[in-house]
Each structure stands twice: as C-alpha cells, then as structure tokens.
C-alpha cells in the first residue's frame, strides 16, 4: 500500500473544529488508497504555556523534567486526532513516541534520532488499521526517559517517519500556503515559492524562519524524501503549496532567494580577556557544556593590559536571549575556577539578526555591499556580522528587526519572480 506522511502543526490543530479539519483531509488521503502516518504538533500555546510553567517552577530547570512536561501536549492532540478518525469510520490508532518506539539520543530537549523500529506499526497496518497517529516531537532515551526534540522537532519527526517508512511524500500542513521569500508576517511583499532547494531551506531554517525546523530539511536532504508545506485551512491538491527539493529541480535564478530572521538574540561581551593560546576553547568549551548555543563570535584586536604587558581583547559572542542566564553562570564559574579571567561581561539583551540567503551568492560578489547599503539608508547600525557560502548574517537592534527584513526584501527584489 502506499504510504504518506502528514503533519499539522499547532495552529491546524488548535481547537477541536481544526482537529476534525485536519482529520478531513487525513481522510480523503485514506479514500484515495493511501495508508497515512499522521505527526501532530501540540494545539498553538500548549508549548509555550508548558515551557512557562518549567521556567517558573525551575529557572535553571533538570532538561530530564523539562521534557516530561513540555513533551506533554502532543499526547492530547496524538488521541484526540485518533479519536476524530475514529469518528469518521477510518481505523485510526495513536502513539506516543515510547510507544513506537522512537529511540533517540539521551541529549535532552534538543534529542536527534537514533531508530524508528518498524514492526510496530507495521502490525497495525496489517491488521487493518489505516492511519496511524504519531504524538510529534518526542522520543525515548536509551535509559528509557522521555526526550523532546527541540522547538519545532514535530517537523523533524514527520521526515524522519518518511524517511524510516518510504512514504511517497512528507506533507507538512501549516498556517501559510507554503515557504515564502520571507515569512509573510513580516512583509505582504512575500512571495511564494513553488520550490526551494535542500541547502537554501537549510539555510533559512538554521537562521530563524520556523517554517521547517531545521532538522527535518537536514534528514529530508540526506534521505531524500520529498518534502512539501502547504496549508491546513485552503483546499490542497497535488500541486499546492511549495516542494523542497534538489537544486537542479529549480528554474529560478536569483542570487539572493530569501531573508530570514531571529528575533530574540543577545549579545554578550567579555572585556578584558587576556589574549593567549587556549582562551577561545577555555570560554566557549564551557558554554558549549551548559547548553549555550553560541552562535555568531568576534575577537577583537589584541592591546597591552593597563601597566602590564600581557595582550589582552574583548571576546563578542551572540547567543539565545533565554541562554543569557546559563551563559552568564558558565562564563563565572570558570572565573571562578580561575580558567579565564575577564573585568565585565556586557550583555545586551535587544538584539535579533537577519540574514540573507541565496545559492546564487556562490558565483556573485557584491552581495554583501549591497546588504550593506539597504540597511545604512534606512539607518540600521550592524552590530556583528557573519558570512557563509550561501548567507550573510547580521546582528542589529531588535526595534530594527522588520524594518532591515523589508529593506533587504525590496533591495533584493524578491517580489519579483526571477
Ligand atoms: P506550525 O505550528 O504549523 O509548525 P510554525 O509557526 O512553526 O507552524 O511555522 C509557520 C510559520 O512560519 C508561519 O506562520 C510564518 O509566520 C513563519 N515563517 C517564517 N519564515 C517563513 C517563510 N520564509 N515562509 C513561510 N512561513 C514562514
Ligand atoms: N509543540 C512543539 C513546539 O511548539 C513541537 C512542534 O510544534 O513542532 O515547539
Ligand atoms: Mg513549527
């Protein structure tokens, strides 16, 4: 029998009028002869308002804890969606993730795939069953705990349930009618894309635009399942929505093909680092340690001390405003410990960062000047900024946030197809 994999995220099954929409179109996959693997997202807020509850009750929460909670609300949606089929006459049976069992890493809220054993589901299908429903976002550790996969992790396991069953297709149903040249929130100058490739999605995903978590288009690419977003709420047919595929799949020919943004960045520095070999790993190695993604870094020119002559630098880093409290705690006690030494940690908390990205960057220079330019008319300050192959990053003040995402749209000219 065929197979497909659909998932909704939370805003497709926010309530339960949603749910029974969603189970629809489950539904009419099932009539057209396909057996279904269904990934459910928790209903929009459920994460938000569990992840609060862990933070209120733990600042610096154990990760073991905060994975049984926030793991929570994709077993409501995983049943009741069973629950919806069921009473639609399609045979329909849920799973929590240990239930499958899907077997990841023990690296708590931020787990990766280890296995997804197929005998299982395999059975149910056998015996009849048509849709099996999948509570997304959650696995089992090998010591047998509950693990989540990290903010957006239900997009990763719809792919990996692709990839591990050979469905046909991996269609992620969401509340946009696909990838846009930018999140259409932001600027009605969007445009859809009909298709996106692999590494600029990867790109996007990576830098902030929470269509597809970053993950999934990773595991899409190297298992080469076809991956699709379209809309939960329009009518969708085989065409709708905007295919993530090999680069060689697309005709557009533009160098930039998408701005994306993070809009709850930090910025944190250390003044006064003495300047030798060793100091970069004796302060990130920690912070890597506590769970700190650290992600954009500048070291400054090194100068002679006050009074001395041992060199000396500011060490810049940018990472998640809500890691500025584990951060800040790693970074003293390995002063304390006396593994650096550093006068002040500045930490400004208002920062966000946009980037563009663009495959056609590979063969053309200029890219950057012009980034450049758009932000300085309309008086946007860069902070830090970081270049890859495919993008350019930089850090501002979060006031600017879509003010730069429009500037650098307009100046791009990604409402036009091209
Ligand atoms: P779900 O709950 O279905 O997983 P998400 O909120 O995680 O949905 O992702 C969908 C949202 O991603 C859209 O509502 C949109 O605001 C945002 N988004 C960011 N960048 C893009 C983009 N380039 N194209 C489409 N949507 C984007
Ligand atoms: N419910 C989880 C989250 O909000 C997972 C997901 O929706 O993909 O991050
Ligand atoms: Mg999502």
Not at 133 to 161: C, H, K, W
Not at 188 to 212: C, H, N, P, Q, Y
């Amino acid at each position: 029998m065929p197979l497909l994999v659909m998932k909704f995220g939370g805003t497709s099954v926010a309530d339960l009028d949603r749910i029974r929409n969603a189970a629809a179109k489950v539904k009419a996959e099932v009539d057209r002869g396909y057996d279904v693997i269904v990934i459910v997202s928790a209903m929009s807020g459920k994460t938000n308002e569990l992840v609060g509850w862990v933070n209120e009750t733990s600042p610096l929460y154990d990760a073991r804890e905060y994975d049984a909670v926030v793991s929570s609300g994709e077993n409501v949606t995983a049943g009741l969606m069973a629950l919806t089929l069921q009473e639609m006459d399609v045979p329909a049976r849920s799973w929590q993730g240990w239930q499958v069992p899907i077997q990841t890493t023990s690296a708590h809220s931020a787990a990766r795939f280890v296995d997804i054993p197929r005998a299982n589901l395999d059975m149910k299908f056998a015996e009849g069953f048509k849709v099996a429903v999948i509570a997304g976002f959650q696995g089992v550790s090998p010591e047998g705990r509950i693990t989540t996969l990290g903010r957006g992790g239900s997009d990763t396991t719809a792919v990996a349930f692709a990839a591990a069953f050979g469905a046909e297709r991996c269609d992620i149903y969401t509340d946009v009618d696909g990838i846009y040249t930018t999140d259409p929130r932001i600027t009605s100058k969007a445009r859809k894309l009909d298709k996106i490739s692999f590494e600029e999605m990867l790109e996007l995903a990576s830098l902030g635009a929470k269509v597809l978590q970053t993950r999934s288009v990773e595991l899409a690419m190297r298992y080469k399942v076809r991956l699709r977003v379209l809309s939960s709420f329009d009518e969708t047919d085989e065409q709708s929505g905007t295919l993530v595929c090999d680069e060689d799949e697309i005709m557009e020919s533009k160098v930039v093909s998408g701005v994306a943004y993070s809009r709850e960045e930090a910025k944190l520095t250390l003044v006064t680092v003495e300047d030798r070999p060793g100091i970069a790993a004796a302060i990130f190695g920690p912070l890597a340690d506590s769970g700190v993604n650290v992600d954009m870094i500048v070291q400054n020119i090194s100068e002679k001390a006050q009074g001395s002559d041992k060199p000396v630098t500011d060490m810049t880093f940018s990472c998640p405003v809500d890691q500025v409290a584990r951060a800040r705690k790693a970074l003293e006690a390995a002063r304390d410990a006396g593994h650096i030494n550093y006068d002040t940690l500045e930490v400004d908390e208002d920062a966000a960062k946009v980037s563009v990205v663009g495959i056609g960057m590979r063969s053309h220079a200029g890219v950057a000047a012009r980034m450049f330019r758009a932000l300085a008319a309309d008086g946007v300050n860069i902070k830090v900024i970081a270049t890859s192959e495919i993008k350019i990053s930089v850090l501002i003040d979060r006031k600017y946030m879509e003010l730069a995402v429009q500037a650098l749209h307009d100046a791009f000219e990604l409402d036009k197809a091209g």
